[in-house]
T-cell receptor
């Protein structure tokens, strides 16, 4: 699975959009981009995933660049409950496990 | 609530001992994954079972073993425990072996003293 690079930490004001970047320059054509988050030692929580097209669900939006070498997770209106470590993971759909890196620690500030 | 149940939530034991962690996957999920999270290592994949069979192995020590039973619940056995085994142990499940979405339990916090 391709390696990902994320900033170690970010701050975001409550109510504003949080944009979390992820670089995956070695991504292969059959590898998906997944995002999970972990709130204070709880079990990681699935957020969203995508292959080529931008994706949106009730939690977030995923924007993938045309060359697929980077992506951005967007939390449209961040709340204090969104304070967590966010993991960007790249893997093939038939992969057997998720490799979690160090992630981005997002702090939402009142 | 992810639907994945792990027991116990907390466990304190002495070095050299053996413990068993239990995981009940979401109803209908055939695949179970075990992960270890310690302060200095992040989330490390240990092992995956699919419908009772071992599917993939990660950084699992020889002192650790796991199995998945016919009712699909899984157990992770940790033996000859060392101080460095203190960590959060997470179980996750998914419908298929490939696991587009993996649903994680709340973890078992193991403290070895």
């Amino acid at each position: 699975d391709a390696k990902t690079t994320q900033p170690p930490s970010m701050d975001c004001a409550e109510g504003r959009a949080a944009n979390l970047p992820c670089n995956h320059s070695t991504i292969s054509g059959n590898e998906y981009v997944y995002w999970y988050r972990q709130i204070h030692s709880q079990g990681p929580q699935y957020i969203i995933h995508g292959l080529k097209n931008n994706e949106t669900n009730e939690m977030a939006s995923l924007i993938i660049t045309e060359d697929r070498k980077s992506s951005t997770l967007i939390l449209p209106h961040a709340t204090l409950r969104d304070t967590a470590v966010y993991y960007c993971i790249v893997r093939v759909q038939t992969g057997n496990q998720f490799y979690f890196g160090t992630g981005t620690s997002l702090t939402v500030i009142p | 609530d992810s639907g994945v149940t792990q027991t116990p939530k907390h466990l304190i034991t002495a070095t050299g001992q053996r413990v068993t962690l239990r995981c009940s996957p979401r109803s209908g999920d055939l695949s179970v994954y075990w992960y270890q999270q310690s302060l200095d290592q992040g989330l490390q994949f240990l092992i995956q079972y699919y419908n009772g069979e071992e599917r993939a192995k990660g950084n699992i020590l020889e002192r650790f073993s796991a199995q998945q039973f016919p009712d699909l619940h899984s157990e992770l056995n940790l033996s000859s425990l060392e101080l460095g085994d203190s960590a959060l142990y997470f179980c996750a499940s998914s419908v298929e072996g490939q696991g587009l979405e993996a649903f994680f339990g709340q973890g078992t916090r193991l403290t070895v003293v």
